[in-house]
């Protein structure tokens, strides 16, 4: 215990597991779907698995995909696109599937490509209000991984950052996903 | 963290004991209940019951649950007032019994942090009990009257005294029966004789005798009480050397010291060696009918108590096991060109025993999850005693087929959808005391569940002896309640009449008391039923009674399906709701006010596209002809028209997550076996759909 608590005093050391109470370091797995990069909390995602056949669900809400087969286990599949309002990509060489935890249930998240995990302490975490009052409840912060918070990030800069992210496979900028609220249905729906 | 965890494990397990006990317990009461009636007293149930009692006294001062431990001890000191013959199994006894009883289930429930706090006054009920045992006067004693050695008086104990009272008192005959048995042996001996005495009488006490015992020779006394004739006694015993004889009524006014009864008196202190085994055997014959002094905390049964969840997860390993297989045998078959024959030959006999033993794991846990229905029926029973009071009727209950089983799950949820129905049958089915005189009926109501396996299925029949359903006053009251229009009601057949009582919104407590039928959550009952991918019919006639039938698969967990495509996508029907599958030209549909039918063999059957209803894009050009599923729920019939029949399976149904927990239309998905799902359909949602829909007033055209 005390020797990993020594350890974590050196952010380079690749061993630590992202438990919160670490040091404020949190791990997450970046994806991109579309041009965007997103990520979720390593702690709630179970697997990345290729993409088995999917079976369309009729009446399911518009973000559901369909359901595949987990080993016997019939799984939900969402996609992050039709949330977003983008148009569905066609299934390539490196579309996966992530299984997240989410507490009462193991529902699958289609994203584009899988990145890296990142490890993320508290000042290279902000909070999604710098985005304005209209981010979605599901975003629960934006990830600049090896960048200390300055105040003066503009506008410029991050705008350049995501293009930076859509062809580079490190990304600059993480759009931190609330695995909860990512997946809560609506009453309306 | 283990602690923890094994006090958990341990605290389920007393949970889970108790349980069973108090439906035992519930379950010898009803016993003792029905006796009551009969006039029959038996001991044996009484007994039982005290046993029981007791066991959950001692269990629940070991874990710690302090209420349900005070009301065991009351109920215990009751029991024992019963067993005794202290107080007289009367009907109010038997309600403070039930009371108790219903007090536990509620504790129960408490202790498994379920429902609320359990607000049972124990203090109070213990002066209930109280008060019944005073009100119990002294009796004269019937045993002065017999040719029973004082002394030997003196050695019974007050149960024993007790159960020679009673049986003297239903004029039983009691015997006095002598048999010498072997020292080296005498527990087995003993234990043999009196199996076969108990087959045919009541051992009242037996004690060793200081008669005719020395050497390795021990002489047994027993006091029986039976109906029988001794010759019969004599058969049953099959021991010509014992001697067997008859305690007789004194001659009154005679004084009782006969020689033969004599030999019965305790063996003087200063007696001899045959001294020590004495206690040892008085000590054998007390455990009998007193409680067992110390708690044994192994479990009643063999049997095993498995979280159906762990059942849930075999199965589905099950499942997977069975895509293996089918992987397995296509990659056998492909090998078959491509090695040795010998070879080959081999992979294939292995094949072709994993898939034999894999069936036969399938069906083993299939079984391990059926259950007999009796489980269901005792809690029934329960309720059944318990609103006939509540209504003051006399209402007699006969269960047949308690020994069909149906999947654990099945039975669980049939729990409500039966409470609702006996309620009803009693509440409103059956006529109050005056009214069956009025109607030249039996006085005392008979309701009758029976229970049989027809096929893969399992029908239960509830029936009732009462007034029936007038189909007039359904009428009146959906008119009123806005379901029918009164042109509509006017039209529809008493059949049809009867089933709109399963119509959501008919059932209402004021149309139910005004309709003094049924009706109370029929609606739910027959949900719930469909859920299960049952079906439930109602037939009545007024002034006869009425009846219930639900049918219900046996198991949830493996059926039979029929697969059709609808525009590319594959899709599944249970097969026990299909009636038959056709194929007809798409000219043969025809439509009336704009909805689509088919005549079929003089009859009309409503159509429905599923491709359509579910929003599936076409993929490909309409079929000229055409394939229709015609499934039937209950009396509603209706067509699916499909592009494809891709034909029968066995398939394993798992729900959809809870993320897709509403979809309307779907009650599952099935894994094919080549990591493929198909969405399997819910018949009763589908026609629920198509043919009521969501308007009002309803549509009554799949009503027939």
């Known amino acids: 215990m005390s020797g990993d608590r020594m350890l974590s005093a050196s952010p380079a050391t690749p061993r630590l597991s992202g438990r919160v109470e670490e040091a404020g370091i949190r791990e997450f797995l970046a994806f991109m779907v579309g041009s965007e990069c997103y990520a979720l909390p390593l702690s709630c995602v179970r697997e990345i698995m290729r993409v088995p056949p999917i079976a369309e669900v009729p009446r399911a809400p518009a973000e559901v995909l369909g359901i595949v087969s987990v080993r016997g286990q019939v799984t939900t599949l969402f996609d992050l696109r039709k949330k977003l309002d983008l148009p569905c990509a066609a299934i390539g060489q490196r579309t996966r599937v992530l299984l997240i935890d989410q507490g009462d249930e193991v529902l699958g998240l289609l994203c584009d490509r899988v990145l890296q995990v990142y490890r993320l302490s508290e000042d290279e975490v902000e909070l999604a209000s710098v985005l304005g009052g209209e981010t979605s409840s599901y975003v629960m912060g934006i990830g600049r991984p090896g960048q200390r918070k300055t105040q003066g990030a503009g506008a410029a800069r991050v705008a350049s950052a995501r293009a930076a992210a859509a062809q580079q496979s490190a990304a600059e900028i993480l759009i931190l996903l609330d695995p909860i609220a990512l997946f809560k249905r609506h009453a309306h729906e | ?704």
Request: with cysteine.
């Open chain 2, 1 to 704: 963290m283990s602690q923890g965890k094994e006090g958990d494990k341990a605290r389920e397990e007393f949970l889970a004991e108790a349980q069973e006990l108090i439906e035992t317990l519930s379950r010898d009461l009803l016993m003792l209940d029905e006796g009551q009636r009969r006039g029959q007293r038996s001991a044996e149930t009484l007994n039982d019951l005290f046993r029981g009692v007791h066991t959950l006294k001692g269990l629940s001062g070991m874990f710690g649950f302090e209420r349900l431990g005070r009301l065991s001890h009351v109920l215990e000191d009751l029991m024992e007032n019963l067993r005794l013959g202290r107080i007289d199994l009367t009907q109010q006894v038997l309600d403070v019994l039930f009371e108790g009883v219903e007090g536990f289930s509620r504790l129960l429930g408490e202790a498994k942090a379920v429902g609320e706090p359990a607000n049972v006054d124990i203090d109070g009920f213990a002066e209930s009990v109280r008060a019944l045992a005073r009100a119990k006067a002294t009796a004269h004693d019937v045993l002065d009257q017999y040719e029973l050695d004082p002394s030997m008086l003196g050695v019974l104990t007050e149960y024993e005294e007790h159960r020679l009272r009673t049986n003297f008192e239903e004029g039983l005959s009691v015997f006095r029966l002598r048999v010498r048995l072997a020292l080296d042996v005498i527990d087995t001996a003993l234990e043999q004789l009196k199996e076969r005495v108990k087959s045919i009488a009541e051992i009242i006490t037996y004690l060793p005798s200081m008669e005719g015992g020395g050497g390795d020779v021990i002489e047994i006394e027993m006091l029986l009480a039976t109906r029988k004739a001794e010759s019969e006694l004599r058969a049953a015993l099959n021991r010509p050397d014992a001697s067997l004889s008859l305690v007789l009524r004194r001659a009154s006014g005679a004084e009782g010291s006969d020689a033969r009864v004599k030999s019965l008196a305790p063996p003087s202190a200063a007696s001899n060696s045959l001294a020590a085994p004495a206690p040892r055997a008085a000590a054998l014959q007390r455990s009998a009918p007193e409680p067992p002094s110390e708690l044994s905390l192994r479990s009643l049964t063999s049997a095993v108590r498995v979280d159906i969840r762990k059942l849930d997860n075999l199965m589905n390993v099950v499942g997977e096991l069975g895509t293996v297989r089918a992987t397995l045998s296509r990659l056998v078959d492909k090998l078959r060109s491509s090695v040795d024959q010998t070879l080959w030959n081999e992979a294939h006999r292995v094949q072709r025993a994993f898939g034999r033993h894999l069936s036969e794991v399938q069906e083993g846990v299939l079984d391990i999850r059926m259950v007999p229905l009796a489980q269901l029926f005792d809690k029934v029973a329960v309720i059944v005693r318990q609103v006939a009071r509540e209504q003051k009727k006399e209402v007699r209950l006969l269960i047949t087929g308690g020994d069909t089983e149906v999947d654990k799950l099945i039975a669980e949820e049939l729990a409500d959808p039966m409470m609702h129905m006996v309620r009803n049958a009693i509440d409103h089915g059956v006529e109050s005391a005056t009214g069956r005189a009025g109607a030249g009926k039996p006085a005392v109501a008979t309701l009758a569940i029976s229970a049989y396996q027809k096929g893969n299925h399992v029908v239960i029949e509830l029936s009732d002896d009462g007034r029936g359903i007038d189909s007039a006053m359904i009428r009146e009251a959906a008119v009123r309640k806005g379901l029918l229009t009164e042109h509509a009601a006017s039209d529809l057949s008493r059949d049809e009449l009867l089933h709109v009582v399963f119509l959501p919104g008919f059932s209402t407590a004021t149309t139910v008391t005004d309709l003094s039928g049924r009706g109370i959550g029929m609606d739910v009952v027959k949900t719930n039923i469909t859920r299960l991918g049952g079906s439930v019919d109602l037939t009545s006639e007024v002034g006869v009674g009425t009846k219930v039938t639900i049918t219900l698969p046996i198991t949830l967990a493996i059926i039979s399906a029929l697969l059709f495509e609808v525009r590319g996508r594959l899709l599944a029907i249970p097969l026990a709701v299909v009636q038959e599958a056709l194929r007809l030209p798409a000219s043969a549909v025809r439509t009336v006010e704009g909805r689509e039918v088919l005549t079929l063999r003089g009859t009309t059957l409503p159509l429905c596209r599923l491709g359509d209803i579910f929003g599936f894009t076409a993929t490909t050009q309409e079929h000229r002809d055409l394939f229709v599923v015609v499934v039937s729920v209950g009396n509603k019939r209706l067509g699916l028209c499909v592009d494809r029949l891709s034909g029968q399976q066995d398939i394993v149904i798992k729900g959809l997550g809870r993320s897709l927990s509403q979809i309307r239309g779907v009650s599952g998905a099935t894994d094919l076996g080549d990591q493929r799902l198909v969405l399997v359909l819910d018949a009763a949602a589908i026609i629920e759909e198509v043919l009521i829909g969501r308007s009002t007033p309803l549509s009554l055209g799949g009503l027939q």
